[in-house]
Nanobody
Framework: QVQLVESGGGSVQAGGSLRLSCAVF????????MGWFRQAPGKEREGVAT????????YAADSVKGRFTISGDDAKNTVYLQMNNLKPEDTAMYYC???????????????????WGQGTQVTVSS
């Protein structure tokens, strides 16, 4: 049974920082593509960043590039999302997810993530 548990959300003012964590249980973490997604009320889910654990290769969406960094800690089976210079438009529920394969590129980048965490809320005030 694969389980993902997110933590680290909260409320901050614009310009502040938060670090989200996603602990992975019951999975061959070392071979996964891990992703962070977010969904604001009334909006579609948006892919934020991915990391391919074996290589450490990362990808960040244009909306967060230069502000958010995804990383992994193999010893802790945990993926992080460091979020700096937060903006009110970053307010959303943030989810981590995993796919038992390499990370993809292009139009299929955000597809087929089969396991999801429960989400952690991030609220940025102006």
């Amino acid at each position: 049974q694969v389980q993902l548990v997110e933590s680290g959300g909260g409320s901050v003012q614009a310009g502040g920082s938060l670090r989200l964590s996603c602990a992975v249980f019951g999975s061959t973490y070392s071979w996964n593509c891990m992703g962070w997604f977010r969904q604001a009320p009334g909006k579609e889910r948006e892919g934020v960043a991915t990391i391919y654990i074996p290589s450490g290769g990362t990808y960040a969406a244009d909306s967060v590039k230069g502000r958010f960094t995804i990383s992994g800690d193999d010893a802790k089976n945990t993926v992080y999302l460091q979020m700096n210079n937060l903006k009110p438009e970053d307010t959303a529920m943030y989810y981590c997810a995993t796919r038992f394969s390499s990370c993809r590129s292009g139009a299929s980048r955000w597809l087929d993530f089969g396991y999801w965490g429960q989400g952690t809320q991030v609220t940025v005030s102006s």
